[in-house]
């Protein structure tokens, strides 16, 4: 199972970022996928999943202005970032799994990219 993810960068508050997670190892049709983020010196926080029957969930602290998505020809799934704050700054992963109900930090760690960062900055 490998997830990488993409697309991270600097921009400003009110601004827009699209993410993006290839799959290699399992169809993501096949899987749920989560987006997990950490922010500094913060816990690790579930964010969206995009679940196999492609029903996606997200938290109260970015639903209405993420939206997630996947192309399964190409395997991938993506998260689209729009009205950052400051708040969103953090370490974005995209991992095989979901972490809603419960978060395994073993599974988690097994299942996770490598991350990418994500600064909502003025």
């Known amino acids: 199972v490998q997830v990488v993810e993409s697309g991270g960068g600097i921009v400003r508050p009110g601004g827009s970022l699209r993410l993006s997670c290839a799959a290699s190892g399992f169809r993501v049709t096949d899987w749920p996928v989560s987006w997990v983020r950490q922010a500094p010196g913060r816990p690790f926080e579930w964010i969206s999943v995009?679940?196999?029957?492609?029903?996606?969930y997200y938290s109260l602290s970015v639903s209405g202005r993420f939206t997630i998505s996947r192309d399964n020809a190409k395997n991938t799934v993506s998260l689209d970032m729009k009205s950052l704050r400051a708040s969103d700054t953090a370490l974005y992963y995209c991992?095989?799994?979901?972490?809603?109900?419960?978060?395994?930090?073993?599974?988690?760690?097994?299942?996770r990219g490598q991350g990418t960062q994500v600064t909502v900055s003025s």
């Open positions: 991992a095989k799994g979901d972490y809603r109900a419960s978060f395994n930090r073993q599974i988690f760690e097994r299942n």
């Open positions: 995009i679940e196999d029957n492609g029903n996606a």
